[in-house]
């Protein structure tokens, strides 16, 4: 029989199976149900899919162990099966390995003890006591390894690795999860967690979940030149899409997701696999495409830093003589004028000062209006309005903040707006939103009390001088109410019903989602154009093919046309960018006649990209 060690030592990369998760919920598991528990209540069902990954050339198979701890087990009114559930995870993943008439490892499969809003108000002596009681039923009914993944604090996943080595002797896989900023929940770099961990107990060290293949390869690497022991990676199958009330659907192809794990393993990762929204189909593309293939040795460590590519400062760009409109949006749109916007993101941390140059540079170039997009991450952030506020007041320019209604009462909501009324903003975009993915299975537990149609009806309610109630107000506002619109939907019908109903509910015009091609806005301008509602659009310039590479296959609604990818691929890397900026002013140039004004976001709110489309634009 072969050993774990003989396994990890083997030499060849070895592949891990992909997501328990997505497809317990693809066969019919609520997403706010225990999925361990199935284990006792279906357990035919958890053995089929280990059966599918073993089939599809999966190495190592994981029970159906992650959140099999008292506290989360707890939740669904579990506590005293912690035992009982991961014994049988264990013994159902071992059955199938058996089944598959070739080596294959099982690993019991550890989560954080807490949640990230438990983690709050539970203390390390606690944790490490979930955790112990967990990892002892996990070692006694026999699995070859551990896996402690989707820890997105450092000191979380220390504390696991040193209950792992006080109550049993399993090689241990050490993952954690980072956000799309490269950094830990907890704020720690890919360097800083491979060398914590590399001096501490474990076989493997790696990163799973949270992001999709690309962004994970740069973590991946960063992990391989630092670290001291094998590492492990195994992403998403790209972002989740909201696809009703309690359900997500995740776009990556499998051959997009073999194509990436085979770039893992040419930068030196031993281990890949996958996580949310990967499914057998997925894991064999990559089983196959990884035949033979082993890891490549690891990078040696730079002597030195290696020098940023130097940009141009903004003092330093020429600027472009134009003269700003005049008029607010309201009254641009009224006069049938051209509108143009340029959108930007609160920073990060809540510092805003590079921003506010930024918006300066920008004004100076004949921009009236700034549109204010909100960070779609789990980092601490100033929010759309007050960043708005704060650029109106200090920049002196008109602000359009898109206001989101997740996690957010419409109280609340209400307050903010009325008060940003008071503050002179006058413009606001609406979108119903997402919770940012915090590392396992997307979460659902966020407030929506309001969806974008209900905020957008709320905006009009005020407009006519009553609340959310239907009380009367002292005055009434004069928003200028706008919302979303996804031209590249993956049901076009339903999203243009979904227009025509913020249509109904009072949106006086529609801002597209980020815009490549040009069939997808046609049609649904076309759709649209009985109502009268102008539509603005949205368009962002491509930096290299990666990025354009990463849109087209993990990011859903969003279509990247062939050409401008093999446009983009062949364009050496110092003039990546100026093939993006004239795909960009190609489109905006053909795309003019069919929409009433542009917003031009600029990737990392560089002004400079933007500045040869204003130019165009005149």
Known sequence: MTTAGEFLSSGRVLMCDGAMGTMLHAAGAALDRSLP??????PDLVSTIHDSYTAAGADIIGANTFGANRLWLGDHGFPDKVEDINATGVRLAREAAA???????????????????QRRGIGSSERIEVLAEQIRALSAAGPDLLVLETFGYLDELVEAVGVAADVCDLPVIAQATFADDAHTLGGETPREVARV?????????????TVGPQRMLTVAEDLVRSASVPVSAQPNAGQPR???ARSFEFSIDAGYFARYLGRFAAAGVSLVGGCCGTTPSHIRAAAEGLVSQSPAPAPARAAGAVRPREEPALADVVPVPAAGPSGSLAEQLAAGKFVVAAGITPPAGGWAGETEEAAAVLASHGVGLLAVQPRENARTHMDAINMALQLRQRAGIETLPTVTTWDRTIMSLQADLLGAHALGVRSVVCTTGSPPVLGDYPAVDGIWEVDSVGLTRLLAGLNEGRDSNGLALTA?????????????ARDPEAEIARARAKIKAGARFLVSRPVYELETLRELASALEDTGVPILLSVTPLRSFTEADYLAHEVPGVTIPGSALKALEKADRGEARSVGAALAADLLARARPMVSGVILTAPDDDATALLPLLAALG
């Not at 089944?99 to 809003?117: K, N, Q």
């Not at 009434?476 to 590249?488: D, E, K, L």
């Open 242 to 244: 909201r696809v009703g």
């Open 476 to 488: 009434r506002t004069s928003f200028c109410i706008g919302a979303r619109v996804n031209p590249g």
């Open 99 to 117: 089944r598959a008439g070739r080596p294959v490892l099982v690993a019991g499969s550890v989560s954080p003890a807490v949640t990230a809003i």
């Open 37 to 42: 528990e199935l284990n006792l209540s279906d």
């Open 197 to 209: 961990l590399s001096e501490l107990p474990v076989a493997v060290i790696g990163t799973n979940c």
